[in-house]
């Protein structure tokens, strides 16, 4: 009982005209010398308030217990957890049965893609030279490869071997546009050094349609290009295609148009006209389509499949946030009796621990299966084709869904090391990164700017980013040696001091030290472990309930049970 609320009664007491009496010898008030009314008001008072410290110390470590104690506590079903389990079962196989579907879609696309660089570009190679495809060194090479271009889209639908199609207005074919960049007049005479021109950008266009004859378009003047300021010229053309494979897979076939771009650069005039070669493919939906057979039987299955998960996660979704709701109206209780009986306020850290982030997790993980199954049933019932949106959202939430799992393995103390690790290891490892990125960084730029003109894999802040984090690994070292250009003895000087350096500081130094700062969590954890972990306010009082109180199974019982944990493990850290 609080001491205001004592003095309150003695107060009462006085005006009741009894008074105060000396207090008894152990130091106590006496409650003999009270008046009978303020002693028994006193005194229910006192047994209200260990009932309702009692109830709030039961409350407490029941919500800190495992699912397989509250069972044997209360008789309380875990229902999250038999429904988290049959959630992994469910999503992991929605997410394999779309990532099979998902597979044909890019498959699709590719072989396009590849069939297209073999239909339009003369004499490709079949693997692309860089960041380009192809390229031509003469200008008859330039003229053929045009004419080449225009030709192969004439007779298409002659020499493809898939379901391509061409892209077709309402009453006529669009056609194949062409589009030619070129300075304005000038004169350019190399051998004198001398050099008139106009920086002025001009840009003309033709449009060839499928059925046009040949001779109309080669001997316009539109070709007759003077290469000394010709710039670029761009060929742009649609297609339509139908992807049947999906067949084979008991899915619906999805409707595809392919907006293709071929440039052929000059932009350089170094001798050499780079050929670029872009193609970006849409999913439509098909406007007429009948199919027979067993395939639209297959689909319905699958979109009741997906509206079970959605059943699942909407479940697991009120569940969780259920228990976020409780925890925190139990975390409420918490601050007030603390701050009521003992006039201080409960630290940070044990407010932390009401906030379950297993189960903030689950919750984000059930909203994108939510989202991401009905995008999916979209997708197969063919209203949607956005699957790489789907894809992210049911491969990050599955992720979620075995992370979580990890959840339940930390009831066990010894598989409980590795987030108590990271827990522990985090705040340190975050600033060290923020000191080392600089450094990186600064390697980063230093080596685009020198080494980006000599080496391909310094050609971009990416390609940089990505080799050195390479070399830190211990990956591709000699050949990123090798493959420097020696045309300047400086900069291959350079190369080799950049390299070293960044190897020795990065690997025998910061990653070293990168190492220890997990290591010395690591340690910790292990002695605190064996020591016992530094008791909070939170722990200090739920020490005082004994668990045992809530058994009702005998000993047989427990040893059987998948979540048995030592009573003395209940003293190193409270599992939420």
Request: hydrophobic share 40%; net charge negative; glycine share 6%.
């Amino acid at each position: 009982m609080s001491p205001a609320r004592l003095t309150e009664y003695v107060a009462a007491g006085r005006a009741a005209g009894g008074g105060a009496q000396p207090p008894s010898p152990r130091g106590g008030m006496s409650l003999g010398y009270l008046p009978a009314g303020v002693t028994r008001s006193m005194m229910t008072q006192l047994d209200m308030d260990f009932k309702e410290e009692q109830s709030l110390k039961e409350d407490l470590k029941f919500y800190f217990m495992n699912p397989c104690d509250k069972y044997r506590a209360r008789r309380q079903i875990p229902w999250k957890l038999g429904l988290q389990i049959l959630k992994i079962v469910l999503v992991t196989t929605q997410l394999v049965l779309f990532g099979l579907s998902n597979q044909l879609v890019v498959s699709f696309k590719e072989e396009n893609t590849m069939a297209f660089k073999h239909l339009f570009l003369r004499n490709y190679p079949g693997i692309d030279e860089d960041d380009y495809s192809c390229s031509v060194y003469t200008q008859q090479d330039a003229y053929d490869s045009i004419h080449f271009v225009v030709d192969q889209y004439r007779q298409l639908k002659n020499i493809s071997l898939g379901t391509l199609g061409y892209e077709q207005d309402e009453d006529d074919l669009r056609g194949l546009k062409i589009c030619k960049e070129e300075y304005k007049k000038g004169t350019v005479l190399s051998s004198n050094d001398t050099l008139h021109i106009d920086s002025t950008v001009e840009e003309e266009c033709i449009v060839v349609k499928p059925h046009d004859e040949t001779g109309h378009f080669k001997n316009s003047s539109f070709f007759n290009f003077e290469f000394y300021r010709l710039i670029q010229v761009i060929i742009s053309f649609k297609l339509k295609g139908i992807d049947l494979q999906t067949i084979h897979s008991r899915e619906l076939p999805d409707c595809y148009e392919f907006e293709n771009t071929i440039t052929f650069n000059n932009k350089a005039h170094s001798g050499k006209m780079k050929i670029f070669f872009d193609t970006d493919a849409d999913i439509e939906e098909c406007k007429d389509w009948n199919i027979t057979g067993s395939i639209q039987k297959n689909t319905q299955y699958l979109l009741v499949f997906d509206g079970a998960v959605i059943v699942i996660c909407i479940a697991s979704l009120i569940l969780c946030t259920r228990s976020i709701v409780l925890a925190l109206k139990l975390q409420k209780r918490f601050v007030n009796f603390f701050l009521e009986r003992y006039n201080r306020h409960v630290c940070n850290a044990d407010r932390l621990e009401f906030l379950n982030g297993w189960y903030v997790l689950v919750i984000i993980s059930d909203v994108m299966t939510i989202i991401g199954s009905i995008m999916k049933m979209e997708i197969k019932a063919k209203n949607l084709t956005s699957y790489d949106v789907c894809s992210i959202l049911l491969g990050t939430s599955t992720l979620f869904v075995w992370v979580g799992v990890i959840r339940y393995l930390g009831y066990f103390q010894t598989y409980n090391v590795l987030i108590l690790t990271m827990q522990a290891s985090l705040p340190k490892v975050l600033r060290f990164c923020c000191c080392a990125g600089m450094i990186y960084l600064g390697y980063t730029f230093c080596g685009w700017i020198v080494l980006g003109p000599y080496h391909d894999k310094f050609e971009d802040l990416n390609t940089v980013a990505e080799c050195l984090f390479s070399l830190v690994n211990g990956d591709d070292m000699f050949a990123t040696f090798a493959q420097i250009q020696q045309k300047s003895t400086l900069v291959w000087l350079f190369s080799r001091l950049y390299l070293f350096s960044f190897i020795s500081l990065f690997i025998y130094m910061i990653l070293s030290l990168f190492i220890a700062l997990i290591t010395d969590a690591y340690d910790t954890i292990k002695k605190y472990q064996l020591i016992g972990f530094p008791d909070t306010d939170l722990q200090e009082f739920l020490k005082e309930c004994n668990s045992e109180e809530y058994s009702t199974e005998p000993r047989t019982f427990r040893s059987f049970c998948c979540c048995k944990r030592r009573k003395s493990d209940d003293n190193l850290i409270l599992i939420n």
